[in-house]
């Protein structure tokens, strides 16, 4: 069972090289996406698109999250410092293994295994603002190990897409398909103990092939061998919610028109 009187963390995965939007003039996780009035003197000021998830992740309850970078992306902790603006408590680890955003975040293993987890990618913008409550709540009513926030995309192909059963389990994830009559994709997450373990050891079983064949794995592979080991995997959907992954010109295109 997961103890729902322990803390809440919060998990960023900062490590990518952000190739699809190449060159930038900064890390991706820091750029410009619409405005917010300035702590100071209250006029609009532009607002990174990472601070939208931290501020999600502050409303859920999280007082600390563990930013992953990867060495040389030091402009995000000179930008956000110890996160005291945003009311965190903020920490970053340095990735060692360039295998995939779950390499990243087991990079937070020893300081969180004891914790539930939100997690979600700094580049992908989501509303509703209680997502991450709801899936909070979520995981308190069923006891679930993880709980994906679900939201319906209109190209399942950037998406790792979830087939769920009528009990809002997760059957399946299918990442990236090429064609898929699936309409919900995940965009977030939360977790209890049991999956952070789970992931903790899983990780070291693959690594040496990973290492043998190249590639990377991702969260959504993960999630689902989570499944396959009987792992509860629960859904909260956003029928009314929307996420989109600003990591592509056309849809950064897209938020800067939406939030401008």
Known sequence: MINMATDVVGI??????????????????????????????????PKAVSQYL?????????????????????????????GSQLGLQLAYLIMQKPYGSPFSVDQAYSFVRQQ????????ILIEPENAFERLLQRQEQTGADVVLG??????????????????????AILPKPANSNLTLGW?????????????????????????????????????QAAINAR???????????????????EDLQAAIRRLS
């Open 54 to 82: 931290l501020e999600h992740m502050q409303r859920s309850g999280a007082r600390q999250v563990f930013v992953i970078l990867r060495k040389g992306k030091w402009d995000i902790p000179n930008y956000y410092g110890d």
């Open 116 to 123: 539930r987890v939100v997690f979600g990618f700094p580049d």
């Open 231 to 249: 792992l509860l995997v629960q859904s909260e959907v956003f029928d009314n919610g929307t996420c989109l992954d600003v990591g592509t010109p």
């Open 150 to 171: 679900c939201f319906k995309v209109p190209y399942p192909h950037k998406w790792d897409m979830v087939e769920l059963q009528e009990t809002g389990a997760v059957q």
């Open 187 to 223: 965009a977030i997450a939360c977790w209890g103990p049991r999956f952070t373990e789970f992931m903790h050891t899983y990780l070291q079983k693959v690594e040496e092939h990973l290492i043998a064949r190249g590639g990377e794995l991702s969260m959504g592979e993960v999630v």
């Open 12 to 45: 960023v995965p900062a490590a990518g090289v952000g190739s699809r939007l190449s060159p930038l003039p900064c890390s991706k996780e820091l750029f410009p996406v619409g405005f917010e009035a300035h702590p100071e003197h209250g006029t609009p000021h």
